[in-house]
């Protein structure tokens, strides 16, 4: 299973766009990218998963280089709603990559 | 449709006690896995079971046990608390291992 490596903590505005950054230099040819959000006392929530390029779906996007070392998620327009924390993990489609979930990022949004 | 729902929410024991956590996942999804959260540690992955096998365990002692019944139900039981065990204990379903996974609002165990 790929580790992954995200920041511990990003703060932003509301209305501005939020970009975090996952490295995950070990991707694996068969591994897919998947990221959550989880808010206080809830359990995590599916945001997003993709392979290669980019994916898009009504809440975010995908940003997924040739090399697949590295993806990143967008967060358009951000709200104070959107204060989370956001997971980044990578593993197999068989859903082995669920297994670890790390710390993750604390994305704070002030107004 | 209804989503996972975990019982009980709360819970206090003492150490040495047991516990027995119950998950009863969306109606038709056959894949139940168990995390552990706690501040220090973040989300642990505890174990996977799909139609009533357990399909992958993660790197706990062997006080933490579960089960899954024949109608996806799970059950996850820890045995001899420790102090350590206090934490946010999280069950997710899917249709499939290989499915988006949908979380429950956990149970918040504290051992005293």
């Known amino acids: 299973l790929a580790k992954t490596t995200q920041p511990i903590s990003m703060d932003s505005y509301e209305g501005q766009e939020v970009n975090i950054t996952c490295s995950h230099n070990?991707?694996?040819?068969?591994?897919?990218i998947t990221w959550y959000q989880q808010f206080p006392s809830q359990g995590p929530r599916f945001i997003i998963q993709?392979?290669?390029t980019k994916v898009t779906n009504e809440v975010a996007s995908l940003f997924i280089p040739a090399d697949r070392k590295s993806s990143t998620l967008s967060l358009p327009r951000v709200s104070l709603s959107d204060t989370a924390v956001y997971y980044c993990?990578?593993?197999?489609?068989?859903?082995?990559?669920?297994?670890?979930f790390g710390t993750g990022t604390r994305l704070k949004v002030l107004a | 449709k209804a989503g996972v729902t975990q019982t009980p929410r709360y819970l206090i024991k003492t150490r040495g006690q047991q516990v027995t956590l119950s998950c009863s996942p969306i109606s038709g999804h056959r894949s139940v896995s168990w995390y552990q959260q706690t501040p220090g540690q973040g989300l642990q992955f505890l174990f996977e079971?799909?139609?009533?096998?357990?399909?992958n365990k993660g790197n706990f002692p062997g006080r933490f046990s579960g089960r899954q019944f024949s109608n996806s139900r799970s059950e996850m039981n820890v045995s001899t608390l420790e102090l350590g065990d206090s934490a946010l204990y999280l069950c997710?379903?899917?249709?499939?291992?290989?499915?988006?996974?949908?979380f429950g609002p956990g149970t918040r165990l504290t051992v005293l």
């Open positions: 070990n991707i694996a040819t068969n591994d897919y």
């Open positions: 997710a379903s899917s249709a499939a291992p290989s499915d988006e996974q949908f």
């Open positions: 079971y799909f139609s009533e096998t357990q399909r």
């Open positions: 993990l990578v593993g197999e489609a068989s859903g082995t990559y669920k297994y670890i």
């Open positions: 993709g392979y290669k």
